[in-house]
C-alpha cells in the first residue's frame, strides 16, 4: 500500500498551535521567574497566530483531509476564532491573580494551550476517533490545570473529582463509539452517516450506542443529570481555572454535539430529540433553582452554566439549521458573558483575598462604578433581559423550539428564566443597593481594563445590532 | 424640511445619548449635572411638540414613519410611528420627565449623576415603547424600561427598597415572557413581526384566547389590575418621589396602552368572548380597591391604590366596546368608551404625578408619609395648600379638572352597555372622593398636629413652577379636552371598526 501524503494546508493552525506551544515549553524552561511574562507573551502570540492562520485559510466550503479524519469548514473557523479570542481574554485576566499567588508559572499557558489544541480538534473533528482524541487532550490538560494550586485541599478534590467523573464520562463516550463502530463499520462520520441513512446498520445497536454517546456528551457538557461535577469542579479550581473552564471549552463542546449527534447520527434525530428534551428541561429547571440557594458566586455561575446548557441543547434538539444557527448564537453569546463574569470576579481577588462569595459585591458601585456597570449589564445579559445580547440569543433558541411546534417546551424555558433572574437580579441587588463592606482601591492594569471594558460593551453593542453575528452564524451552519 | 428629519428617533435617543453624556459628566460637579439633566429633558420635550403640531389628525394610518431593517434574518424592522393613541402618551413621557428632574433637583444628594442619567434613559426607553412598530423592537424596549426602574427603586428609595424593586422586576418580567412567546408563535403563521402585520392576521379562536391570555398577562401586571396589583403599592412606597411619579404617570399607561395596540386588534374575538373578565376585573379594581384605598395610613400607599381604581376605568372603557355592541346593537357611544379611556390615561398621568409630587414636598420637609404625623398643613403651607386640594379635587373627579372629562366619558359609554356596569363604575365618584378629600381633610385642614407641621415652611419657586405646570395641565384639559380628544378620533374609529369584524377564518 502506497503512503500518500495528505493535505497539510487546511490543519496549519494546529500545527502551527502544537509547534509553538513545544516551544514554549522548552523556552520556559530556561527563564527565570520575573522573566515569566515572556511564557505569557508567546502564549498570546501563538493564539494571535493561529487566528491569522484561521483567517488566511477560511473558505466556505468544506474540506476534508487526513483520510476523512478532518474537516475545515465554516462553522470549524467561527468557533475556532471564538475559542482563540476567549482563550486570550482568559489568559489576560489570570495574568496578576496568578501573579499575585506565586501561580504564575509556564504549566499554566502550556497546558492552557495544549487545551486550546484540543478543542481545536474536536471542533474540526470528521470522525469519532479525533473526536475522541481532541476531546481527551482537552481533558487532560484540565484535570490538570485544576490541580495546579497544589497546596490548596480543595482545589486537589476538585481535580479529583473532575478526574474520576470525566474519565467516566470519556468512558461511556468510547463505549458508545465502539457500538457505532460495531454497527455501522467505520468511525469516519460521513461513513457513519451514510450507514445510518440507508438503514443498513442494525438498529438496536445503533440505538444502545446512541445511548451512550448522549450520556458521554451530557457529561461533557453538564447537564443534568450528569452535572455534578460541575458545581465543585467550579467552586473548587483557582479562579483562573474556573475561568478557562467556563469559557472556550463551551465551544469545543457545541461542536463535539454538532459533529457526532448531526453531522454523524443526523437521521435518527428522532432518537436523540426525546433525550434531549429530557436534559434540556432538567437542566434548565434544576439550575435555575439551585442557582437560588447559592451563596459562593462562582458556584453560582455553575448552576447558571447548567441553566446555559439547557437553553443551547433547545436550539440543537429543534433538528432545522435555523435551530443549530441559534444554538451557536447562544453559545458564542454565552462565552462573551462566562468570561466577562469571572473576569470581574478576578479582578476583584487581591492577593490574600478570593471574591468568591455574592456578599464581596456589595457596594462594588461607590468602589468602582465602572466595573459595578460592566457587571450589571453582564448580569441581565445572562438573565436575558433586553438591549443586551442574552435576550437575542435566548429569543431565536425559543424562536426554533416554537417553530417545530414544542410550545410547551418554550413556556418552560421562559418560565424557568424567570425565576433564574432573581439570582442575577441578587448580584445587582449587592453591587448597587448595599454599603461596601471594604474599602481597598480595586487596582487594574491598563490592558485587562481594555479588555474588560471591550468584553462588557460587546454585549451592548450585539445586543443593539446582534445582526452581523446571526448572519455568521447562520451562513456557517448553511452546508 | 421638518417631515425629513427622523423625529421619532430622535426623542428616542436623544435622551437616552443625554443620560449616557449625564453619567461621564459624574458627581463631582453636582450644579453641572443637573443643569446638563435639565437642558436634555427639556430640549427632549421641545422635540417632541412637532410630533403634536404637524400631526394629522385626519386619518388612523401611522405618521412620522420610520424604517430600516434590523434583523433580516427573523424579518425584525426598526420600524417607528405615532397614531392617535401613542402620540398623545410620548408628550406626556417628555413633560413628566421634566417635571421629574426639577422634582429631583435638591432632594437627591446621593449620586445624583446616575439619578438623573436613570430617568433620562428610561425617558427614551418608554417612548420606544409608544414608538415602536415592530413586535420585537416593542419586546426590546418594554423589557430595557425595567432596568432603569429596578435600579431608581433600589438605589434612592425607602427601608424596604430591595424587596419592593425585586417584586416589581420579576412581576413584570413574568408577565412579559409569555407575551414574547405569543409574538414567535404569531411570527411562524405571519412571516413578520409586524404590529400592523399581526392586527390583519387571521386567528382561530383557541389560539386567540391563548394569545390573548399572554397579552393579558403582561399588560394586566403592568396596568396593574387586580388581582395582580400587589408589586404597586410595595414599589410606589419605596420609591423616591421622582420614580413613583413615572410610575404613576407612564409605565401604567404602558400596560393600558398594550391592550389598545395588541390584545385588542390582534385578538379581538377573544377579546369579545372575554370581555366579561376584563370588566370584571376592572369594576373589582374600581370598588374594591377604592375602599382599601380608604383605610390607608400611608399617603403613597393611598395614592398608589387611587391609581389602580382609576387605571381600572381605562381598561373599563377599552373593553366596553363589546358590551354596547351586544346591548344596543349598534356602535354608536363605543367610540367614547375608548377615547374616555384614553383621556383617563393623559389625566391620571397628570393627577397621579401631581399628588406624588405633593407627599415628596411634604417627606422632603417632614420625612414621614404617615397621614397621622400631618394636619392643618394649610396653616403653615397656604400655597402647597391650594394646590394639594386642587390636585385632590381633580383626583376625586371634580367637572372642571381632567379628572372629569374621562370618567364621564366613560360611565356614559357604559350605561349604553348595561346599567349595572354603569352603576358601579359610578360608585368610583364617591369612594374617589371620599378616600381622597379625606386625605386631604387629614393632612391638610385642621387644627396644626404637632410641632414638625408649625415649622413647616411653604413650597419654593422650583416647587411652585413644577406644581403649577401640573395644575394648569389639570384645568386645561378640564375645560377644553379637545385637543386632546381630536388627534385620536380617527385612531379610535379606526379601532372600533377592527375589533368588532372577526378575525376567524
Known sequence: MNFVAPDFMPVLPEIFVLTLTCLILVIDVFLEQRQRHITYGLAQITLLGAALLTLLTYSQAPVTTMFGHYIKDAMGDLLKLFIYLASAAVFLYSRDYLRQRNLFKGEYYVLGLFGVLGMMIMVSAHSLLSVYLGLELLSLSLYALVATDRDSPVASEAAMKYFVLGSLASGMLLYGISMIYGATGSVDLQVVADAVGQQSANNLVL?????????????????????????????????????????????????????????????????????????????????????????????????????????????????????????????????????????????????????ENIDDFKGLNDRSPWLAFLMMMIMMSMAGVPFLVGFYAKWVVLQAVVDIGLVWLAIVGVVFSVIGAFYYLRVVKCIYFEKPEQSEVIELSRDTEIMISANGLLLVVLGLYPTALMTWCAAALLN | MLSELPLLSLVIWFPILGGIAVLFVGDENPVRVKALALTVAILSFLISIPLFSHFDATTAAMQFQEFVPWIPAFNVNYHLGVDGFSMPLILLTAFMTVLVVIAGWEVIQYRIAQYMAAFLIMEGLMI?????????????????????????????????????????????????????????????????????????????????????????????????????????????????????????????????????????????????????????????????????????????????????????????????????????????????????????????????????????????????????????????????????????????????????????????????????????????????????????????????????VAELEDVNTREIIMLSLLAAAVLLLGVWPDPLTSVMHASVDNLVQHVVASKLL
Not at chain 1, 453559545?331 to 458573558?337: A, C, E, G, N
Not at chain 2, 399581526?198 to 391563548?210: C, D, G, R, Y
Not at chain 2, 390615561?345 to 409630587?357: N, P, Q
Request: with cysteine; glycine share 10%; charged share 10%.
Open chain 1, 207 to 355: 440505538v444502545f450506542g446512541l445511548v451512550f454517546l448522549v450520556v458521554g456528551l451530557a457529561f461533557k457538557l453538564g447537564a443534568v443529570p450528569f452535572h455534578m461535577w460541575l458545581p465543585d469542579v467550579y467552586q473548587g479550581a483557582p479562579t483562573s481555572v474556573t475561568l478557562y473552564i467556563g469559557s472556550a471549552p463551551k465551544l469545543a463542546a457545541f461542536a463535539l454535539v454538532m459533529r457526532i449527534l448531526v453531522d454523524g447520527l443526523g437521521t435518527l434525530q428522532g432518537d436523540w430529540q426525546q433525550m434531549l428534551i429530557i436534559l434540556a428541561v432538567l437542566s434548565i429547571a434544576l439550575g435555575n433553582l439551585v442557582a437560588i440557594a447559592q451563596t459562593n458566586i462562582k458556584r453560582m455561575l455553575a448552576y447558571s452554566t447548567i441553566s446555559h446548557v439547557g437553553f443551547l441543547l433547545l436550539g440543537i434538539l429543534s433538528g432545522t439549521p435555523e435551530g443549530y444557527a441559534a444554538s451557536m448564537f447562544y453559545t458564542i453569546v454565552y462565552v462573551l458573558m462566562a468570561v466577562g463574569a469571572f473576569g470581574v470576579i478576578i479582578v476583584l481577588s487581591r492577593s490574600g483575598f478570593e471574591a
Open chain 2, 128 to 452: 420606544g415603547v409608544f414608538a415602536a412598530l415592530d413586535a420585537i423592537l416593542f419586546y426590546v424596549f418594554f423589557e430595557a424600561m425595567l432596568i432603569p426602574m429596578f435600579l431608581i427603586i433600589g438605589i434612592w428609595g425607602g427601608p424596604r427598597r430591595v424587596y419592593a424593586t425585586i417584586k416589581f422586576f420579576l412581576y413584570t418580567f413574568l408577565g412579559s415572557v409569555f407575551m414574547l412567546i405569543a409574538l414567535i408563535y404569531m411570527y411562524n403563521q405571519a412571516s413578520s413581526f409586524e404590529i400592523l402585520d399581526f392586527h390583519k392576521l387571521p386567528l382561530n379562536i383557541t389560539e386567540q384566547v391563548l394569545i390573548f391570555f399572554a397579552f393579558l398577562l403582561g399588560f394586566a401586571v403592568k396596568v396593574p389590575m387586580w388581582p395582580v396589583h400587589t408589586w404597586l403599592p410595595d414599589a410606589h412606597v419605596e420609591a423616591p418621589t421622582g420614580g413613583s411619579v413615572i410610575l404613576a404617570a407612564i409605565t401604567l399607561k404602558i400596560g393600558g396602552y398594550g391592550f389598545l395596540r395588541f390584545a385588542l386588534p390582534i385578538t379581538p374575538d377573544a377579546s369579545a368572548m372575554l370581555d366579561w373578565l376584563i370588566i370584571t376585573m376592572s369594576l373589582v379594581a374600581v370598588v374594591y380597591i377604592g375602599l382599601v384605598a380608604l383605610i390607608q395610613q400611608d399617603m403613597k400607599k393611598l395614592i398608589a391604590y387611587s391609581s389602580i381604581a382609576h387605571m381600572g376605568f381605562v381598561t373599563l372603557g377599552f373593553f366596553i366596546v363589546f358590551g354596547i355592541e351586544r346591548s344596543t346593537g349598534s356602535l354608536s357611544g363605543a367610540a367614547m368608551g375608548i377615547e374616555g379611556g384614553m383621556v383617563q390615561m393623559v389625566s391620571h398621568g397628570f393627577i397621579s404625578g401631581a399628588l406624588f409630587l405633593c407627599v415628596g414636598v411634604l417627606y422632603d420637609r417632614v420625612h414621614s408619609r404617615q397621614i397621622k404625623d400631618y394636619g392643618g398643613v394649610a396653616n403653615t403651607m397656604p400655597i402647597f395648600a391650594a394646590f394639594m386640594v386642587l390636585f385632590g379635587m381633580a383626583n376625586s373627579g371634580l367637572p372642571g379638572t381632567s379628572g372629569f372629562v374621562g370618567e364621564f366619558m366613560v360611565i356614559l359609554s357604559s350605561f349604553k352597555a348595561s346599567f349595572w356596569i354603569a352603576f358601579l363604575a359610578s360608585a368610583t365618584l364617591i369612594l374617589g372622593a371620599a378616600y381622597t378629600l379625606w386625605l386631604v381633610k387629614r393632612v391638610i385642614f385642621g387644627e396644626i398636629g404637632n410641632q414638625h
